[in-house]
Nanobody, 115 residues
Framework: QVQVVESGGGLVQPGGSLRLSCTASGSIGTIVATNWYRQPPGNQREFVAGITSSGRTNIVDSVKGLITISRNNAKNTVYLQMNSLKPEDTAVYSC?????????WGQGTQVTVSS
């Protein structure tokens, strides 16, 4: 079995920063890529950023310069560093881990940007 767990969400004031983590465990095998998505209240889930096993990154244009994605292969963990957060960044952030055997999702972590 594969488990994917997100952490690091919470309440932050506008202009603040958060670092989210996405950790995979279990019968992982080879990780092809890890992707972050977010779902704002009342909206559809949208892609935010992704990183391959070789470190190639893809970040959606709307958050480029505000978000950094990185990985620690030894810990099977991918980090999403978010800076200069705005209220419109409020969402449930979830990640998926793409393995050779399939794609696995975590439960998500809530990020709320509010004063």
């Amino acid at each position: 079995q594969v488990q994917v767990v997100e952490s690091g969400g919470g309440l932050v004031q506008p202009g603040g920063s958060l670092r989210l983590s996405c950790t995979a465990s279990g019968s992982i095998g080879t990780i092809v890529a890890t992707n972050w998505y977010r779902q704002p209240p009342g909206n559809q889930r949208e892609f935010v950023a992704g990183i391959t096993s070789s470190g190639r990154t893809n970040i959606v244009d709307s958050v480029k310069g505000l978000i950094t994605i990185s990985r620690n292969n030894a810990k099977n963990t991918v980090y999403l560093q978010m800076n200069s957060l705005k209220p419109e960044d409020t969402a449930v952030y979830s990640c998926n881990v793409v393995l050779l055997a399939g794609t696995y999702w975590g439960q998500g972590t809530q990020v709320t940007v509010s004063s």
